[in-house]
Antibody, heavy 124, light 111 residues
Framework: EVQLVESGGGLVQPGGSLRLSCAAS????????MNWVRQAPGKGLEWISY????????YYADSVKGRFTISRDNAKNSLYLQMNSLRAEDTAVYYC?????????????????WGQGTTVTVSS | QSVLTQPPSVSGAPGQRVTISCTGS?????????VHWYQHLPGTAPKLLIY???IRPSGVPDRFSGSKSGTSASLAITGLQAEDEADYYC???????????FGGGTKLTVL
C-alpha cells in the first residue's frame, strides 16, 4: 500500500524549533519529488516547500523562507522539515505529499498521495 | 489572501449540479500552468480529484469534471451526493512566486 506517515509534531514555544518527518512506503521514494503543505486552524491549504528527487531543486513559500529547511534521505525513504524561529502563525496541521509524476522538477504536476498530517502548535 | 480566488461556499440539493470557480492571473493559470483540484474532509488527508485541468485519477467518479480557460478554471460536480460535502481546493504553480499555490478553498454543502 502506498503510504506517507508524518511524525514529529507537538507543542513548541515561539522562537523554538521542531523537526517533522515523513516516512514513505509502498513506492519507490527516490523517484518522486515531495512537498510539504500545511493547514492552519480555520484556514485553507498552503503549499510551503518542495524538494526534487536528488535534493538539487528546492523551493519554499515566502512565509517560511529562511526559517524552514526541507530535506530527504532516499536511503531511509524519509522526508524532513526542519522548522526554526517558529511563530504563532506556524500553528497548523502539516502534510507531506508526493508529486504526481516520476522525476518532476517543479511543484507543477499536482500531488497524488498525502499523509494524514501532524499537528504543530506554537504557543507559550 | 490566496493567489487563486475561489468562492468561500457553494451549495446544492442532492442530484443537482454545482460549479466551483478558481481565478488566477497571468503568472499562474494564465501562463498555461495546469490546475489541479483536491477534496478535503476535516481530519483526513486531502484527495486529488482532478489533475492536468480535466483528468480524473483512477477511482474518481465521472460526476467530477474540470475545465480551464484563460486565467480561470472550474470544477463541476453533477448528481450531487451527501458524501460530496467537503472542502474543495484548486492548485497550480506560480512563476513569479516560484512555487505551488492553492486557492482559498470552497466549502460545498449538500442541502
Amino acid at each position: 500500500e502506498v503510504q506517507l506517515v508524518e511524525s514529529g509534531g507537538g507543542l513548541v514555544q515561539p522562537g523554538g524549533s521542531l523537526r517533522l518527518s515523513c516516512a514513505a512506503s509502498g513506492f519507490t521514494f527516490s523517484s518522486y519529488s515531495m512537498n510539504w503543505v500545511r493547514q492552519a486552524p480555520g484556514k485553507g491549504l498552503e503549499w510551503i516547500s518542495y524538494i526534487s528527487i536528488g535534493s538539487s531543486t528546492i523551493y519554499y513559500a515566502d512565509s517560511v523562507k529562511g526559517r524552514f529547511t526541507i530535506s530527504r534521505d532516499n536511503a531511509k525513504n524519509s522526508l524532513y522539515l526542519q522548522m526554526n524561529s517558529l511563530r504563532a502563525e506556524d500553528t497548523a496541521v502539516y502534510y507531506c505529499a508526493r508529486d504526481r509524476v516520476v522525476g518532476g522538477y517543479l511543484p507543477y504536476y499536482g500531488m497524488d498521495v498525502w499523509g494524514q498530517g501532524t499537528t504543530v502548535t506554537v504557543s507559550s | 489572501q490566496s493567489v487563486l480566488t475561489q468562492p468561500p461556499s457553494v451549495s446544492g440539493a442532492p442530484g443537482q449540479r454545482v460549479t466551483i470557480s478558481c481565478t488566477g492571473s497571468s503568472s499562474n493559470i494564465g501562463t498555461g500552468y495546469d490546475v489541479h483540484w483536491y477534496q478535503h474532509l476535516p481530519g483526513t488527508a486531502p484527495k486529488l480529484l482532478i489533475y492536468g485541468n480535466n483528468i480524473r485519477p483512477s477511482g474518481v467518479p465521472d460526476r467530477f469534471s474540470g475545465s480551464k480557460s484563460g486565467t480561470s478554471a472550474s470544477l463541476a460536480i453533477t448528481g450531487l451526493q451527501a458524501e460530496d460535502e467537503a472542502d474543495y481546493y484548486c492548485q497550480s504553480y506560480d512563476s513569479s512566486l516560484i512555487g505551488g499555490i492553492f486557492g482559498g478553498g470552497t466549502k460545498l454543502t449538500v442541502l
